[in-house]
């Protein structure tokens, strides 16, 4: 899967979770950036990310990611190590 | 689903003993689907004790029409440590046991509403291995004891209802249940992907509380209730008993829905064949259903549709109250486009019809009254007394041939589950469309400036139970009904006559001047929008929202009442 695909994916997913289809995220985008985007919300992006990439995250992963940046760079790297 | 009409609106609080989160969004989609509308008030995370025990202005502002308690394993934090004497086990039980039942009665006491309450799922580890379920110092043998305890507590609280978690659990897998990462990381206390199999469970708990329950269904005959076409293959063909797989499943359909029937719910027939072949095929030697189990039956070459509105006609109830049954696609296809509100399972394979209908909750039981049992008797002696309708010509002479008896009973601890049922699930005759719980009932029991009466009947074809229920408030001399519910079984009987006697000689007894009644149009109680009038009482007001009628208590009074005997329990 290329980055591209996987960037497609993500912003697929935070339009989904926001309900907004309107929605373009970058790679700075983060939680201040996006009103609804709360500790719940939160949950329900990283459970999406890992059912549509069939990954997993660990506990250390999640409480250090900071941004869509670093979201999507971590997918790649799961996702191509498989 | 926002677009459906007669939803009815309820507020309902969910008091955390982990995540809430998405469960309250899933459980708003399944309730809305149910015809209900609610608003939600969330405790804070893990503060259901809190929230319950103490005061909770809040919670009080929002006056919680149901609470729902969302704990689980996960909230029992003290469990017996191996070997631990049986005395201590027993502290333990009970430091839990007594601070939940603090919370119900907590619950109970200041909000006076109904309460669901989870189990205790089973744990994902057990110290002993196998020996934990019966060993006294076994953790899984602490929580099923817990678990007892609950039980028991539901059982002699009718204000207490159980919401299944374990058995959830167990369906959905223990091992797929518990997701550690959810627990560590969100406090999720299991699997996200089990929420809409939880919030669905509960959603049937609430709608079969609030009168919501499927009430008859319209099932199908050819590989539906048997393998194969009984027009084509005749008795010896069809597929019902134990010499072949499809037989064993059909014949496990039968004995379910005869189970179903126990219930109260209405067996009706909707096939395309014809009535005289199709009656053949209950007398296949296997077949667990007899013709005479059927209330309705529509055995004939009209569309589906057409059938079922006619089922729902002759029953008396509304078509959003019906299963409909059928292996076939396109017929499921015709009913749900021309009939939107019955209900229609997806049923594909005939070894899956069972779990189906099992899983959809449909006939989730709540409050089983003595009149739910006999209901099937009812539909039936009903449908006799339409054929004796026919028969006579002039409407008062049938009435007079009935031979109705009237019982007016006061209110008493007897008779308060079947009143509050009757006020819960009443839409058609139903003056003012108020909701009242068993504890609120309770409390107009003991008020001395109120008048409430319930209404039995029975004819030559059979007792009807308590029928109609009537509460009313006394401001000075003047008697308020606030309620008047009428069960659809008994329309046309003019019992409203005898009601009414009842009510004006009550309050000619004591000193009573004015009798008011009031009217709150809704979707469904068209039907009684002029019965104050037409009981002789002079419209005050008449505006969209509510019409009002007065009447004088202090004139001539002839009963009205002149088809049935009347007795009282005073």
């Given at each position: 899967m290329t980055e591209n695909q996987v960037f497609t994916e993500v912003q697929g997913i935070f339009r989904d979770v926001f309900d907004d289809e309107s929605l373009n995220i970058t790679n700075e985008t983060n939680a201040n950036d996006i009103e609804e985007w709360d500790s719940l919300e939160q949950i329900n992006l990283i459970v999406a990310m890992e059912s549509t990439f069939k990954i997993r995250f660990t506990i250390d992963e999640v409480s250090e990611l900071k941004n869509v940046g670093e979201m999507i760079a971590l997918i790649n790297k799961k996702v191509n190590n498989e | 689903m926002l677009g459906q009409e007669n939803f009815i609106e309820k507020r309902i609080a969910i008091l955390s003993g982990s995540t809430v989160g998405e469960l309250q969004n899933i459980l708003e989609l399944f309730l809305l689907k149910q015809g209900i509308k609610p608003t939600f008030y969330q405790g804070s995370y893990n503060r259901y004790f809190e929230d319950a025990v103490y005061d909770n202005?809040?919670?009080?502002?929002?006056?919680?029409?149901?609470?729902?308690?969302?704990?689980?394993?996960?909230?029992?934090?003290?469990?017996?440590?191996?070997?631990?004497?049986?005395?201590?086990?027993?502290?333990?039980?009970?430091?839990?046991?007594?601070?939940?039942?603090?919370?119900?009665?907590?619950?109970?006491?200041?909000?006076?509403?109904?309460?669901?309450?989870?189990?205790?799922?089973?744990?994902?580890?057990?110290?002993?291995?196998?020996?934990?379920?019966?060993?006294?110092?076994?953790?899984?043998?602490?929580?099923?004891?817990?678990?007892?305890?609950?039980?028991?507590?539901?059982?002699?609280?009718?204000?207490?209802?159980?919401?299944?978690?374990?058995?959830?659990?167990?369906?959905?897998?223990?091992?797929?249940?518990?997701?550690?990462?959810?627990?560590?990381?969100?406090?999720?206390?299991?699997?996200?992907?089990?929420?809409?199999?939880?919030?669905?469970?509960?959603?049937?708990?609430?709608?079969?509380?609030?009168?919501?329950?499927?009430?008859?269904?319209?099932?199908?005959?050819?590989?539906?209730?048997?393998?194969?076409?009984?027009?084509?293959?005749?008795?010896?063909?069809?597929?019902?008993?134990?010499?072949?797989?499809?037989?064993?499943?059909?014949?496990?359909?039968?004995?379910?829905?005869?189970?179903?029937?126990?219930?109260?719910?209405?067996?009706?027939?909707?096939?395309?064949?014809?009535?005289?072949?199709?009656?053949?095929?209950?007398?296949?030697?296997?077949?667990?259903?007899?013709?005479?189990?059927?209330?309705?039956?529509?055995?004939?070459?009209?569309?589906?549709d057409l059938n079922v509105n006619e089922i729902a006609k002759e029953l008396n109830i509304f078509t959003d109250t019906i299963v409909f049954l059928d292996d076939n696609p396109a017929e499921r296809e015709i009913v749900k486009n021309n009939l939107p509100s019955v209900a229609i399972p997806n049923l594909s394979e005939e070894y899956d019809f069972v779990k189906v209908l099992d899983q959809s909750g449909y006939f989730e039981v709540t409050n089983i009254t003595e009149e739910d049992k006999k209901r099937i008797s009812y539909f039936k002696s009903n449908q006799l007394r339409q054929h004796e309708v026919?028969?006579?010509?002039?409407?008062?002479?049938?009435?007079?041939?009935?031979?109705?008896?009237?019982?007016?009973?006061?209110f008493n601890n007897e008779n308060l589950s079947r009143i509050v049922q009757l006020i819960n699930k009443t839409n058609q005759f139903n003056l003012t469309t108020k909701r009242y719980t068993s504890e609120e009932v309770i409390q107009f029991m003991e008020l001395t400036n109120s008048f409430g009466r319930c209404f039995k009947l029975k004819d030559k074809f059979g007792d009807n139970g308590i029928v109609s229920v009537l509460m009313a408030d006394i401001q000075g001399y003047v008697l308020n009904i606030n309620l008047w519910v009428m069960s659809c079984r008994v329309f046309k009987r003019e019992l409203e006559k005898t009601i009414f006697d009842e009510i004006v000689g009550w309050c000619k007894q004591n000193h009573i001047l004015k009798i008011r009644g009031y009217y709150y149009p809704t979707a469904k109680n068209k039907i009684v929008e002029n019965l104050y009038s037409e009981l002789g009482m002079s419209c005050i007001e008449d505006t969209p929202i509510q019409k009002v009628w007065n009447y004088e208590v202090n004139q001539e009074y002839n009963k009205k009442n002149e088809v049935m005997e009347v007795t009282s329990n005073d």
């Open positions: - | 202005l809040e919670l009080s502002d929002f006056n919680p029409d149901l609470i729902y308690i969302h704990t689980s394993v996960k909230s029992i934090i003290d469990f017996p440590v191996p070997f631990e004497e049986v005395e201590g086990i027993g502290v333990k039980l009970n430091n839990v046991l007594n601070s939940f039942i603090k919370v119900w009665e907590s619950i109970a006491h200041k909000y006076n509403c109904p309460i669901i309450q989870n189990n205790f799922e089973a744990l994902p580890q057990r110290i002993f291995g196998n020996a934990d379920v019966y060993r006294e110092d076994g953790a899984l043998h602490f929580v099923n004891t817990l678990n007892q305890k609950f039980y028991e507590y539901s059982r002699a609280n009718s204000n207490l209802y159980i919401n299944d978690l374990n058995y959830q659990a167990a369906w959905y897998g223990l091992e797929k249940w518990f997701d550690n990462a959810a627990w560590y990381m969100y406090k999720y206390s299991f699997n996200m992907n089990a929420i809409p199999l939880v919030s669905h469970n509960i959603a049937n708990i609430i709608k079969s509380i609030f009168g919501k329950n499927k009430k008859a269904l319209a099932i199908d005959l050819d590989n539906t209730l048997w393998g194969g076409v009984i027009g084509d293959d005749g008795l010896d063909g069809i597929e019902l008993g134990v010499e072949t797989p499809k037989g064993m499943a059909y014949t496990d359909i039968q004995k379910y829905l005869k189970s179903v029937s126990k219930l109260g719910i209405a067996l009706n027939i909707c096939s395309k064949n014809e009535e005289i072949i199709a009656k053949t095929g209950f007398n296949h030697e296997s077949s667990i259903l007899k013709w005479d189990d059927f209330v309705v039956t529509k055995a004939n070459w009209n569309n589906k026919l028969a006579l010509e002039n409407y008062d002479d049938y009435l007079k041939s009935l031979g109705m008896k009237c019982e007016i009973q006061h």
